[in-house]
Each structure stands twice: as C-alpha cells, then as structure tokens.
C-alpha cells in the first residue's frame, strides 16, 4: 500500500462547486486514471481518499491537500502526472509527496487556513478607503467579536476572534480592497471567511457588500509553536 | 458575452448551476462556425443535465465542425430575479453567449407542465414569444421530444416542430440553416420555413389552418401553404446500432438526477400497455447488439469516472440479451467498483435473478409496477401481468434478500371501479403478507405510489374522458383509509397538475392564449409542486373564455378530429381504437416482438421493421 499526500487547487472556474462536488469530481479523475486505487472493504468499498479541509461554495483555493491511497507502490512523479492528465482543467496538481510511515491523518493536523479576499469599492473615494482601513483595525484591537451562526441545526454564538490567527491586513487599491487574515481550524470548529467578512460590515460598518467579496484560500497550514508547515513539508 | 457578479451568485441556491465548465463541454468559436444551435431544456439545470435526447443532439451537433452546440436551462426564480433585476439575458453556460444570438433554439418537450417555462425562457432571453412577431433576425425557435406529438397548444410560440428521432433530421435542418444563411437568408423567414417543411418530420404549424365545428370540435386542419405535407410522420432511425452515441458526456459538478452512465439498450417497446404513449410513439424496437454496448460502456466510463451504468430503455428486461449484456457488463467493470443498475424491473422472477446479478456490488430497494390492483383492470390496460407474476417476483426477491418493495399503480383509468381501487390495497398487503410468511417475522416496507391517469395523444385511450379531479380526490381518500399499516407508506399526485396536465396533453391550439395569459400571471415551474399556481390558471382559462373541461374530461366520439390527426407516429388511428374497444372488452393484445403482429401499422408506415438480436448475436 501506497500513500499521497497531494496538493491541488481549486481553480476560480468552479469557485461555485461544493465540496462534495469538489470530492466527487476528485474521485471521478482518480477513476479516469486508472491508477490502481485501493478501496475499503465492506458491501459498499469506496476509494480511499480524503480531505484537509472542507472549502465552501464560492471560495477558490490555491493549495488543498488530499490523502490518496494505492493498492500498489508507484512513483510519486508518475503519479503526479497521471492524475493530472485526467484532471478538469480548473484543478491542477501542484506537488506530491509519498508519507512514509504511520502518521495522522491530513484532517487531524491541518490547524490553519490563510484567506484572501477582494472587494470591489463602491464609490472608489477617501471616505471609503478610510472606512475600510478604520474597520479592519477597530476589528484587530477588539478583543472580543460575537457572530450569530445561523445553520438548519440552530443559532449559535461564537467569537471570531478566537479564531484568528493574527491581525488581518488590507490594502486599498483602485477598484477594490485586498483583505488577508489567517484562521484558525479547530476540533471545536472554525469560522469562515465569508463570516469574518459579514462580521466586518455589520459590527465595524466595513463600507462594501460582503456578497460581492470574492474569495479565496491561499493555503493551509500546520502550526507547531508558532512555525507554520505545509502539510507537505510535515513527516 | 454575460458576465455574472460575484454578487448575485453569492445570493443564489447551487450557483454551479450558472456557470458551467463542466468536463467534457464543447466550447467552441461561435463566429467560426456555420451555425448556432442553443439546445435548451425548459427546467432547472438538475433535470436537464439528465437528458438523453439532448445529449445526442449536441453530440451530432458538435462531431460537425461547422456547427456549435450549447446547452441552456431555466434559471431558478432566485436566479431569474437577479437576471431581470440586473438585464442579464438568458445565456448558454458554454460560451455565455445570449440565446438570442443563435441561429436556432430548440427546445425538447418532456411533459406538458413544463410549456409555462418556455415562454418565460424565450421572455429573458429578449426573444418574441409569438412565432409571428419574430422574423429572420430571431432565432429559429423549435421544439421535439413526446409532447411533439400533439404541439398544438405550443403552435403560437413555436417556429417548427421535429417529430420522432432526430438524429438524421437535426443535420438536415442544420444544413437547411446554412443554406439559407448562405443565400444572404433568401426569402427571410417564410424562406427557410417553407424549406425546412420539406423535410421529413418538420412540422410547421402556422402552415396549417385549423377550422371548428360550432360545438368547438375540429372540423377540419388544412395545409395553407404548398411546401406543407398533408400528414407529418415521425422519422426514426431505422439500425440503432449504428446511430451515433455520446460517449464523451458532459460529466457535471452538481448531483444531477440520473448521474451515472447511461446505456440505452433499445428504442421502443412493444408490450402494448394501452394507457402509454411511450409504446406508440418509439415503435418498433429497436435493439442494439450486446458486443456495441460493451465497446460503449467502455468508452463513457473511460471518458467520464462514473461508478454506475444505468441499462436503460422502456422496458430494459425486456432486451432480449440482457444476461449475455449483464455478465459482460459485470466481468469488465467490477474489479473497477462500477456497478450496473436496472432502473425497471419487470415483474416476473427471471427479472429477480437478474437483480441479484448485478446487485452484487450494490444493495438498494426494487421497484415494480402493476398499474392496477385487480387481474380485470391489468387486463383492460394491456399489462399482462397477473397476480402470481407479482407474488413469485416479490417471494423472489424477499427469498434474496430484499426487503423493501415500491409498487406504482395508477388511478383514474378506463373502466375503473372502487373495487379495482380497493384492489392496490390489498396488493399492498400481500406484499407484506409474504414476507412474513416467507421470513416469519414482520420487516417489509412497502411503498405505495399511486399516480393519477392522464390521457395522452396517440394511444388506445385518447378518447377517454379523464376522471375528474373531485373523483381522483376521493379515489385518494378511499385507499388512504384502507392503507392503515404503519410498514406501507403512500403517496400519491396533486389532482389540480394532472387536471391541467389532461387538458394541454390533448389541447389544440386555442390553448395558445390560455398559456401566454397564464404565464403573464406568473405561471412557471408547473411541475413543481411549490410553485405550481392552480388559481392563476383557472383565471387564465376564464379571461380567455376557454372551457378546460372541453379537453381533458370529455368523452371523444370515434370519429371526432383530434388536434393531432395530422401528426403521424406511424401507428394506424383504426388499431388505437380497435385497442380502445378491446380494452373495454378486457381483451388481451399480444406483444408483436416475438413475431406476432397485431397490426399496428407503423413497421409498413415507417418502411422499418423489428429489431431483436436474440440467438443472432
């Protein structure tokens, strides 16, 4: 048995795919490819593969990362080039790596995740920029942000600022702003960009529409005191 | 080209749906092309990513290097607000190209319900709805699949109409289209009709003139324009085997409804079952040869990733080399971890045996249908199939394994009586009643699903006065009384959509301006419960001053021209109402498949004939 841990992207073309869709695209390529997958055992065997991370409808991802299993050793380089091949073309492969050994699984030790998002301005003049700038450091110095997640499962309070890994920054340009903020992932759960967005506009009169933010991942991470990793790199 | 706002698909349930991409589109450079089709499905994206007929379409279309083809669907009210709010157009998801640019729009037509949404579609893409206010600078709007086969209530809005299969006739148009446009549009409109009237199952309607009897009833349709044949017959394709197959289908993102390989074994099927249109209007079968169908099931799964091949036909049991097609099926794929799945089963136990077969990678429930509860009301219907077919079958599979069973039946159907509505009950309860006997223990689920008959054009009971919808109510009623078994669970169709799906499934075409009225009260997504608007139809019928109940509850004389008496699907008009009379008789009618003609007309009409490969392949 053979096992890969993958990095791949999520390109901006299928932005508004799920992930599950995202997964069940990812499975049907591994399928084209014939590479001899293993399964699990069972009445119902499915293709081992699985995920860092869960990435929402509407965000794109420059770096996700995937654990594929085969039933047979391979050469993480043809690997590579044979998965890609059946790739749609809004996923690419970007690097391959074999784990050796036993180690934990992707999901249990991916603990960040850095965002990038832009937003369009609206009326593109001082007062706006200054809103901008004046939002994102009221929301670093606060020390406490309460959102209300609203689910089919029910309403839940969360802070999102013990989420965050460090101060967001922004840069201003001319037709939109640039917001970068690193978030973290926990066993208690997370929260998502698009929240921390929403939270801007309506607790820090952020001046822009958080519907119209385009988003997206840059990449995860695994932070060991206070040095990030790429899951790559790990192991 | 549209470009869609971040914004707006934030705010819209599965964006996916607008954006395309998907694997195996074909985008090509509309400008360096000949002609433009945009080939579109007047439901929402899920549905229409489904189609078969479609996927055909684009397929031929696109093999040609001077023709595009581009897929199109009806946005979802969120997303149709946006569109209006924002004057997007409705665009193909290829090329995001505005329909209204496109040299011809087709449309295929699966049930009468979804006609509303046609016209709200040619409304957002900025094309006249009236064929009569649109000219050579619109698209050709046309329109095929079943409801072709009576499109009168469509003729308004519809340019032309393509009967039966079109895979030979899309070219022919197309190459009429090129024509045409080559010829600096000769004629302009009227021009490239006439043309393609021609051409063998083209209907254009506005070619014929419709005259009434004082008592509302056709007196007579009459060809008003010399290029117009006085009967249109549907084309087929006379060796499917040979007929071009899709086997590069576009894979899609979202779970759509039927996403897995499909395999379509045959055309037509020949049982005879007098309620189906289906059975007239794909005759005869036609067969694919078992060795065609491994070398495509290869190709699409190769070309695609799925995990399941769907056998699929009207009555894939029925393929006279299924256990040859299973095993080889099963052989190559099963190693991979792709199943292979029978979407209807026959009831009988062979077709037990063969689910086991390819149930082996896969377990999920069977499902049967008897259509009536009683042996005299299977026999009125033509279902041949008895009371100990369906006890074997059941006892088959509960002996394999099974335990969960869904029985469709139908109410509302010739000749019907509470007893024969009292008889889906005590089906119902013999299916359980097995299993315990069977098991000797309780354990079944068995589900009840009871459809309300609707009359359709081009078979035995297009003369029959539908059941009104009261009548169907309390038909309901009666069997939810009797299904008290917390192990049966029953569900059953709103009586209002099949009321009005009875009138537009033999309307003609003073139905025209019922539609236009509703659909400007905001009519659309008829098919979907939630959005299905029964009051504004009703004030539709009464503001155009037509009488629903003149087309669906009516009782048809025999010699009364139907809306459709025009359009031919080769089956003879005598033999459907021979069928009628010997339904009422409660008489049986043979399957032809197996050499016993029974003289429907459509093997000499169509210069085809049966093709079955049992012991020649």
């Not at chain 2, 254009?204 to 009967?231: C, L, R």
């Not at chain 2, 699907?569 to 197996?594: I, M, N, P």
């Amino acid at each position: 048995m053979t096992k890969f841990r993958v990095e791949i992207t999520k390109g901006e073309e299928i932005r508004y795919i799920s992930h599950l869709d995202y997964a069940r695209t990812i499975e049907r390529a591994l399928r084209r490819s014939k590479l001899p997958m293993a399964y699990s055992e069972g009445f119902n065997p499915h293709m081992k593969f699985s995920f860092a991370s869960a990435l929402s409808v509407g965000v794109a991802s420059q770096a996700e990362y995937m654990e594929v299993e085969l039933k047979e050793p391979m050469d993480a380089a043809e690997f590579s080039a044979r998965l890609a091949r059946t790739l749609p073309p809004a996923i690419t492969v970007c690097r391959v790596k074999e784990v050796v050994g036993k180690q934990p699984a992707l999901m249990a030790i991916v603990n960040l995740a850095v965002y990038h998002l832009a937003v369009p301005l609206e009326n593109k003049d001082e007062v706006e920029r200054d809103g901008i700038n004046r939002a994102i450091r009221e929301f670093n110095a606060a020390l406490e942000v309460l959102y209300v997640k609203e689910s089919p499962k029910g309403r839940r309070e969360i802070d999102v600022k013990q989420y965050m890994a460090e101060d967001a920054t922004v840069t201003v340009g001319q037709e939109k702003a640039e917001i970068m903020f690193s978030i973290r992932i926990t066993p208690q759960g997370s929260v998502k960009p698009g929240e921390v967005l929403k939270v801007l506009v309506k607790e820090f009169q952020f001046p822009g529409k958080s519907e119209a933010a385009v988003i997206t991942r840059l990449g995860l991470y695994v932070e060991k005191s206070k040095t990030r990793f790429s899951p790559l790199e790990m192991g | 080209m549209v470009k869609l706002e971040a914004s707006w698909l934030d705010q819209v349930t599965k964006p996916a749906r607008y954006t395309g991409n998907e694997l195996n589109m074909v985008k090509k450079d509309l400008l360096a092309v000949e002609t433009t089709f945009a080939l579109a499905f007047p439901d929402v994206y899920e549905v229409g990513r489904s189609n078969l007929g479609l996927k055909i379409l684009y397929h031929i279309l696109n093999c040609r290097a001077d023709i595009a083809a581009e897929w199109v669907f009806a946005p979802w009210t969120d997303m149709e607000s946006i569109m209006r709010e924002n004057h997007v157009p409705l665009y193909t998801i290829e090329n995001m190209q505005p329909v209204a640019d496109f040299d011809v729009l087709g449309f295929t037509l699966q049930y009468e319900m979804s006609y509303s949404n046609i016209l709200n579609m040619l409304d957002l893409a900025g094309i006249p709805l009236l064929a009569k206010d649109r000219d050579e600078t619109h698209p050709l709007v046309i329109a095929g699949g079943p409801c072709a086969f009576n499109a009168e209530p469509l003729a308004d809005f519809i340019d032309f109409f393509v009967l039966g299969e079109a895979e030979e006739s899309i070219l022919e148009i197309a190459d009429t289209v090129i024509s045409w446009k080559k010829s600096g549009r000769q004629g302009g409109k009227s021009g490239v009709l006439a043309k393609v009237a021609a051409i063998g199952g083209v209907y254009v309607p506005s070619f014929y003139t419709v005259a009434y009897h004082e008592d509302g009833t056709i007196a007579n349709i009459t060809p008003n324009h010399p290029a117009a044949k006085p009967m249109v017959t549907k084309r087929i394709v006379e060796d499917l085997d040979k007929a071009p197959y899709p086997t590069k289908p576009i894979v899609p993102y979202l779970d759509v409804i039927h996403d897995r390989v499909v395999l379509e074994l045959f055309r037509g099927c020949s049982r005879g079952c007098r309620f189906c249109q289906a059975g007239i209007i794909y005759r005869p079968v036609r067969e694919r040869k078992p060795e065609t169908l491994l070398k495509l099931a290869k190709e699409i799964v190769d070309n695609t990733g799925y995990d399941e091949i769907s056998l699929t036909s009207l009555s894939s049991a029925d393929y006279s080399c299924l256990h040859q097609l299973v095993g080889s099926l099963m052989n190559q794929f099963k190693s991979q971890g792709i199943s292979v799945s029978l979407p209807s089963l026959r009831i009988d136990s062979f077709s037990i045996q063969l689910a086991q077969e390819v149930q082996q990678v896969r377990k999920s429930g069977l499902t049967f249908a008897p259509e009536a509860g009683t042996q005299r009301l299977r026999d009125v219907i033509n279902k041949g199939v008895t009371e100990q077919n369906l006890e074997d079958a059941v006892s088959a599979a509960f002996e394999s394994g099974w335990s969960t069973v869904k029985l469709y039946f139908m109410i509302g159907l010739p000749t019907e009586t509470d007893e024969d509505v009292k008889g889906i009950a005590d089906l119902a309860y013999k299916v359980l009643n097995l299993y315990k006997t069977i098991k000797g223990r309780r354990g079944a689920k068995v589900t009840v699903s009871v459809a309300s008959f609707v009359p359709k054009p081009h078979t035995a009971f297009q003369w029959f006065g539908q059941n009104a919808p009261g009548e169907l109510a309390r038909k309901q009623q009666l069997l939810k009384s009797l299904l008290r078994d917390r192990s049966i669970s029953y569900n059953w169709h709103d009586v209002e959509i099949s009321y009005l799906e009875g009138v537009f499934s033999r309307g003609d075409r003073r139905l025209g301006a019922v539609l236009l009225e509703a659909w400007r009260k905001g009519a659309k997504f008829d098919s979907w419960s939630e959005h299905f608007k029964y009051d504004v139809w009703m004030e539709a019928f009464r503001q155009t001053g037509v009488d629903p109940e003149f087309y669906n509850l009516r009782e048809r004389q025999k010699n009364e021209v139907l809306p459709w008496a025009h359009i031919s699907s080769g089956v003879d008009r005598q033999f459907l109402w021979k069928e009628y009379q010997t339904a009422v008789a409660e008489g049986f009618t043979a399957d032809c498949r197996h050499g016993q003609c029974s003289d429907c007309g459509v093997c000499p009409t169509l210069g085809v004939e049966v093709i079955d490969w049992e012991g020649k392949a």
